[in-house]
């Protein structure tokens, strides 16, 4: 809970940046402004469940979710109402995410015009800024979603949420449906835009390759629960739980980068019933009999990296990452 998430802002330095979000029973994770969070996991493993959490569409099950410090639970109507639109989500297939009925200037120019951050004689103008920012042709925006292409949708949909001047965005899967060179020109946007605008996002992806490039900080999802988390230098170059070993050790080369990873042994379980204990212990190579019984909790392991595994609590055996190689 909230304990482990404090500690983690603790170890991660006095002079860190404002956090921005922060959050949910067992699973602990602070994100501070201007980073870019790596959310890494298996389909299925609540990465995107997480997600909505974060941007305040789902409420946490238990524990907490702070924001700028406060529990979203007790913000005021007006507070949460901030928050909705500090926090903007980006999904994986805008044609589902966008009306089909609407036209651009509507998709885009409607919430900011509603909630009062731009007058109506000026919302034409103020959508055709946006589109010109993102790449469209401001000369389309009587257009419909399906007279565009994914790549052109997924910018529509970016512009939809700076439209509202989030400081969070959550990328869900935002460019795993994207040929590599279009995925290639969203992200790029997206880093261009982090810069000009002093963006924060939640980066959640099933692709390490993707996360590797972007990241200043990785968390690693299993089955519900974050595992491992870390800054990106340390993530990639000293893994330590098991899981992340093993997706590290099938990371695909750039060029094949669009496989999805699943080759570690044996089934995912399901996330409605996880195994006891570890729920990585069906498929886990180090696993002991401790790891069936009792569920590790997320622990230091080296400056800002936090790992779930008994392993660490046996120095004997130590963690994972002299196996990474
Ligand atoms: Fe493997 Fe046990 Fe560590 Fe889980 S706790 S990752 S099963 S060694
Ligand atoms: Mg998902």
Redesign the pocket.
């Known amino acids: 809970g909230l304990d482990v998430a404090e500690k983690l802002a603790r170890a991660l330095g006095a002079n860190i940046r404002e956090e921005v979000v922060h959050a949910v029973e067992g699973v602990d994770i602070a994100i501070r402004q201007g980073e870019v969070f790596g959310l890494v996991g298996e389909s299925g493993c609540g990465k995107s469940t997480l997600g909505r959490v974060l941007a305040g569409i789902l409420p946490p099950t238990d524990g907490e979710l702070l924001w700028r410090g406060r529990d979203v639970a007790g913000l005021s109507r007006a507070d949460r109402l901030e928050m909705r639109l500090a926090v903007q989500m980006i999904f994986q297939d805008p044609m589902s995410s966008l009306n089909p009925r609407k036209r651009v200037i509507d998709l885009i120019g409607e919430a900011p015009r509603v909630h009062g951050l731009v007058r109506a004689g000026e919302v034409d103008d103020y959508v055709a800024s946006l589109m010109q920012r993102v790449g469209l042709d401001p000369a389309y925006r009587r257009r419909y979603p399906h007279q565009f292409s994914g790549g052109q949708r997924q910018r529509i949909g970016i512009a939809r949420a700076l439209a509202v001047r989030p400081k969070l965005i959550v990328c869900d899967e935002s460019v795993s449906a994207l040929d590599v060179s279009i995925q290639a020109q969203v992200i790029n946007l997206f880093m261009d835009l982090r810069e000009e605008l002093d963006l924060t996002y939640l980066f959640i992806s099933h692709d390490l390759g993707v996360v590797k490039h972007i990241s200043d900080r990785v968390g690693i999802m299993y089955l519900g629960r974050v595992?491992e988390t870390a800054g990106a230098d340390d993530f990639f170059a000293a893994p330590n739980?098991?899981?992340t070993v093993a997706l590290l050790k099938e990371l695909p080369s750039v060029k094949d980068r669009r496989r999805d990873f699943t080759p570690i042994r044996g089934e995912i379980p399901s996330p409605l019933d996880p195994p006891p204990?570890?729920?990585?212990?069906p498929r886990?190579?180090?696993?002991?009999p401790?790891?069936?019984a009792d569920l590790?909790a997320l622990k230091p392991v080296a400056a800002a990296h936090w790992s779930?595994?008994?392993?660490?609590d046996m120095p004997a055996l130590r963690p994972?990452s002299e196996t990474a190689a």
């Open positions: 595992v739980h098991p899981y204990g570890c729920a990585f212990h886990c190579p180090r696993a002991m401790v790891c069936s590790p779930a595994c008994h392993l660490n994972a």
